[in-house]
């Protein structure tokens, strides 16, 4: 510890605690991290002790499922305990325990990206963790909006899941909202569902039984609209649409670009006065 502040006297010094291991090595260091452990004993037996959250939530959730289908190794993208290992946290449930505790500095989620290795929570033939905030990808998993609402001042709103549940007509479908705005109003197919406060640090839902159609979610602050999402139930694919990330690359043989592709589907909802339909992307 000394020679690390040798060689950077400017910054404190910081390491992970597993398990028990809260003595000996750990008293050398000046924050104490805690990984998947809450820190409220060992912050009442040393109340100056600096603490922070040095891995937290791995929770884990497959981009875009919302059923947890074992014979395909997926979990629901919902933020529930299904699928979790023993001890984990959802992301609601680590940021409502560290984001309200003054003497605590912090933390960080396990892990930022899905990656290959430690496939969790199954086993061959999955090869990835997928402990989120976004997928191997890079694309947004749901959750990674819950932190957005929390985390910035700005108004967010985020609506899901899609609503492309063919042959699930009838059944109960839950539709969350993530948002950091005062209330949250869900329209299903033109008629309104009702307003709901949103808690904070939590999300709103709702639980509709699936028609083909759409849902909207509209956010107010203050009495006044400022944020609203919609999804559109979408039919047969007609088109796919790659975007690269950018248009030049270096020909280096080693430089690559990432091409996003897209399905565009046919809408289902006929526009008022006419004839026909317009192909929409799918959600």
């Known amino acids: 510890m000394v020679r690390l502040h040798e060689l950077d006297p400017t910054r404190v010094v910081s390491a992970a605690v597993n398990g028990d291991n809260k003595k000996g090595v750990s008293d050398a260091v000046d924050v104490i991290g805690f990984n998947n452990d809450f820190p409220d004993e060992y912050h009442r037996e040393n109340p100056k002790r600096p603490v922070n959250g040095s891995e937290t939530v791995s929770a884990v959730s497959t981009r875009g499922i919302y059923v947890t289908d074992p014979l395909r190794n ?83 709103l985020h609506l899901f899941p899609h609503w492309n549940f063919e042959g699930r007509e009838g059944d109960e479908i839950p539709v969350w909202i993530y948002s950091n705005v005062d209330k949250v109003e869900l329209i299903v197919n033109g008629k309104s569902r009702g307003t709901k406060d949103v808690p904070r640090r939590g999300y709103v839902e709702w639980k509709v039984r699936y028609e083909p159609g759409f849902i909207e979610a509209r956010g107010s602050k203050d009495g006044n609209v400022v944020a609203t999402e919609k999804h559109e139930t979408t039919g047969p694919a007609i088109s796919i649409r790659l975007t690269p990330d950018r248009y030049e690359i270096d020909a280096d043989g080693e430089d690559v670009a990432i091409l996003k592709a897209a399905i565009a589907g046919q809408c289902r909802l006929q526009m008022a006065g006419s004839g026909s339909t317009s192909p929409e992307p799918e959600n």
Request: aromatic residues 22%; glycine residues 10%; negative net charge.
């Open 74 to 156: 997926t979990v629901s993208a919902y933020d529930t305990e299904e699928g979790m290992e023993e001890d984990y946290e959802t992301a609601e449930k680590w940021w409502n325990f560290y984001g309200t505790r003054e003497w605590e500095a912090g933390g960080g989620a396990w892990a930022g990206f899905d990656y290959r290795g430690e496939p969790s929570p199954y086993g061959w033939p999955s090869i990835n963790s997928q402990y989120r905030i976004v997928d191997t990808c890079g694309f947004q998993k749901d959750s990674f909006l819950y932190y957005q609402a929390w985390w910035r001042a700005d108004p967010v």
